[in-house]
Nanobody
């Protein structure tokens, strides 16, 4: 089994910064891509950013220039640096990975979620 554990959420004022981390554990061959989704109350889950094992990144338009996703393959960890936070960034943020395991099809795995609240 594979587990993704997030950390780094919290309460911050608008304009501030937070850094989310997500570390994977368990038995797997690779995770590609890894990324972050978010879900605000009453809204659908939204893909925020992804990063491949080779370092190629993509972002939803609303966070471009403010958020940076990165990963440390040796540590099986993905990060989301969030700067210039806005109230509308408030949501539960979920780590995501598409995991390749021996004897199993490619499967998505999710973390438990970490709350990010941005106050005005």
């Amino acid at each position: 089994q594979v587990q993704l554990v997030e950390s780094g959420g919290g309460l911050v004022q608008a304009g501030g910064s937070l850094r989310l981390s997500c570390t994977a554990s368990g038995s797997f061959i690779s995770m590609n891509p890894m990324g972050w989704y978010r879900q605000a109350p009453g809204k659908q889950r939204e893909l925020v950013a992804t990063v491949t094992s080779g370092g190629t990144t993509s972002y939803v338009d609303s966070v471009k220039g403010r958020f940076t996703i990165s990963r440390d393959n040796a540590k099986n960890t993905v990060y989301l640096q969030m700067n210039s936070l806005k109230v509308e960034d408030s949501a539960v943020y979920y780590c995501y990975a598409l995991v390749n395991r021996i004897g199993a099809p490619l499967s998505p795995f999710w973390g438990q979620g970490t709350q990010v609240t941005v106050s005005s």
